[in-house]
């Protein structure tokens, strides 16, 4: 278990080296300045600038600087845009991404999971169709759609719940449910293939001539082994909430690091740009580890697959 | 000894012809393959006889729709149905060329790592993870900023040197980058399954017989693995092409993929959402198009691959 915990600790260092490799040299690749905002400042004082934030050094100076600077200070440089040190606005923003994206994983856990399960007891009739084609709808239309009608159609008339902003405890409902949607349809999906596939098994043949109920057959001897697909897409849809967040956070204004991130992008802001990369890449590690140990931890086949001693 | 007929033999049933016939069974593939099928028409042929999407008129902005205005017009008084349908066209195309770039890489990629085996592949493959573990949004936000940021440098030296028309030259140059953002960016599950296909491939006769007429490594790997795996992996990738859409409409969303006067289903919904309480249908409308089309792909892509059994192996 040590072994295939260093060994992923060793990957998910390399995935965040070749991240920031690639963000680096894009970054440097964009064309323009990063101060085009002050237009009239005279030459002098942009080389000052520039030597305030270490641009004018050579280029394979800079690429070692930045990760030897997190390392040694656990600085994320300052942005160039807000003039405030990048582990300020994270430390500021993700507070609020991490809440949103939580409950909209929590979300799609309870609502797509147990969907699957149904779908997966009542293969082929009405009730698998109907949870299926729902499905299908959460995954082909577009936050931006659901999230904009969720806003006139719930949040308008209902009380206490506010059409955007971010304040009161109730209004993380209606952005973490826009968020969760896509989630909850991919978990239930997998969800249902997962325990049909352990349905099919021979020891679920014995479970039923013993003459187990059918719902002791499902949660004592189908769940375990039929949720594993679903665990193991969770680090992944970790990711994709953090991602999609960037979209739901400009719908419903809320203040997380999304909208940073896009910004950062189109600005040409590298510190905030690597910066917020690294630490979305740095989750994403760790949330691939905890479902991976998760993943071994139901299923004994993928610990031996790991562990060939 | 004269020869039977041959109908007194067993008829053998090829792949291909198993794969339709459980196609033709499959009323939900067929259905979508038939809405797709609608759809390619009328954002490829019928959009030639409709207005100009890009016609601005102010005095009849928000019209209902009309026999004139099929769907109305949007807040410029631009008609609707024409941008629906040229947006279209723009949204299919970025589905389809990055599948198609993202086919490329992954077909050539997976099958030299396949065929070659040993610390090659290793090296290869695990590369393909690195990759895949970072966050996909995030490099295509990074790479399309970067790309789309010489766009107007590209317009220029092209209108400059080749005398394109500067219009059509800046609608390229806004939509290009989009396609390869998307598909370097794509290839990585596939190259996993073409790999998994090789390794199987590898250990038939056929290539035995090869290796002994003693065709060379790449003849042997151009000739006659990668037309073998070509098949499966085509069909995989239509479950690629509805997530390639949606990625547009993402950027698109964000400010990062195609920009207005240009339209595609996301710069439609994106502006459509701006008006949400007078006018819903500019945002339902796109919205509606959008959405069922990414319905048939995934239907018609999990139809094709229950039909031909392909299966993404990670070993």
Known sequence: ???????????????????????????????????????????????????????????????????????????????????????????????????????????????????????????????????????????????????????????????????????????????????????????????????????????????????????????????????????????????????????????????????????????????LLLGISLFFGFLIVVMNLIADLLTGFLDPRVRIADNPE | MPEGPASEFEQGSSLWKDARHRMGQNKFAMGSLCVLGLMILLCFAMAWFCKDPNKVNLVNKFAAPSEEHWFGTDALGRDLFARILYGGQVSILVGLIATAVSVAIGIIYGAISGFIGGKTDAVLMRIVDTLLAIPFLVLVIVLQATLSNFSGEVTQWIVDSWGWDKQFTSRLTNVVPLFFALGLLGWLTLSRIVRAQVLAIKEREFVEAAVALGYSKSRILFRHVIPNVLGPTIVYSTLTVPGFIMYEAILSFLGLGVESPNSSWGVLIKEGANFLETEIQLLLLPGLFFSLTLFSLNFLGDGLRDALDVKASKD
């Open chain 1, 1 to 271: 278990m040590i072994k295939f915990l260093l060994g992923r600790l060793m990957q998910g260092i390399l995935v965040l080296f070749t991240l920031y490799t690639i963000t680096f040299f894009l970054a440097k690749a964009m064309p323009g300045e990063p101060f085009t905002s002050e237009k009239n400042v005279s030459a002098e004082t942009k080389a000052n600038i520039r030597k305030l934030y270490g641009l004018d050094r050579p280029l394979w100076e800079q690429y070692y600087v930045y990760p030897k600077n997190i390392i040694t200070e656990g600085s994320l440089g300052i942005s160039t845009s807000k003039g405030r040190p990048v582990k300020d606005i994270i430390a500021q923003s993700f507070p609020n991404s991490l809440i949103l994206g939580l409950c909209a994983l929590g979300f799609a856990v309870g609502i797509g999971i147990p969907i699957g399960v149904l779908s997966a007891v009542r293969k082929n009739s009405w009730v698998d169709w109907s949870c299926m084609g729902i499905a299908m709808i959460g995954i082909c239309v577009p936050s931006f759609t659901i999230g904009p009608l969720l806003q006139i159609y719930l949040a308008a008339h209902l009380p206490g719940l506010k059409v955007a902003g971010w304040g009161s405890p109730q209004d993380v409902i209606l952005p973490a449910f826009t968020l969760g949607l896509v989630s909850a349809a991919y978990l239930a999906r997998l969800t249902r293939g997962g325990i049909l596939e352990v349905l099919s098994q021979d020891f679920v043949r014995t479970a039923q001539a013993k003459g187990l109920s059918p719902s002791k057959v499902i949660i004592k001897h189908s769940l375990r082994g039929g949720l594993i697909p679903a665990v193991a897409y969770l680090g992944p849809a970790f990711a994709a909430l953090i991602s999609g967040s960037f979209i739901v956070e400009t719908i419903f204004q809320v203040p997380g690091m999304g909208q940073h991130f896009v910004n950062a992008a189109t600005t040409r802001d590298e510190f």
